[in-house]
C-alpha cells in the first residue's frame, strides 16, 4: 500500500487547523498587559510547528510568516515587546 502526496498534505492541513485552533484558544485569554509564560510558548510551539511542516511542502510564504511570528514571540517572550490589542 503506497500514500499519494496528497495524504500527508491533507496531514499537513489537518494539523495546521488543530494548531490554528490551539493558537486561537490561547490568544483569546492571553492578556497583553501581562502575558503568560506558558501561553506565549504555547503560541510559538503552534506556530513553529506550522512553520516547519510548511518548509517542508514548499509553501514558502506561509514558512516566512510564520517565521516572523515566532520573532515576534520571541520579542514578548523575553520582554523586548509589550502586546497589545491593536493591529497595525
Excluded: C, W
Excluded at 15 to 32: I, R, S
Amino acid at each position: 500500500m503506497s500514500m499519494d502526496i496528497s495524504d500527508f498534505y491533507q496531514t499537513f492541513f489537518d494539523e495546521a487547523d488543530e494548531l490554528l485552533a490551539d493558537m486561537e484558544q490561547h490568544l483569546l485569554v492571553l492578556q497583553p498587559e501581562a502575558p503568560d509564560a506558558e501561553q506565549l510558548n504555547a503560541i510559538f510551539r503552534a506556530a513553529h510547528s506550522i512553520k516547519g511542516g510548511a518548509g517542508t511542502f514548499g509553501f514558502s510564504v506561509l514558512q516566512e510568516t510564520t517565521h516572523l511570528m515566532e520573532n515576534l514571540l520571541d520579542e514578548a517572550r523575553r520582554g523586548e515587546m509589550q502586546l497589545n490589542t491593536d493591529i497595525n
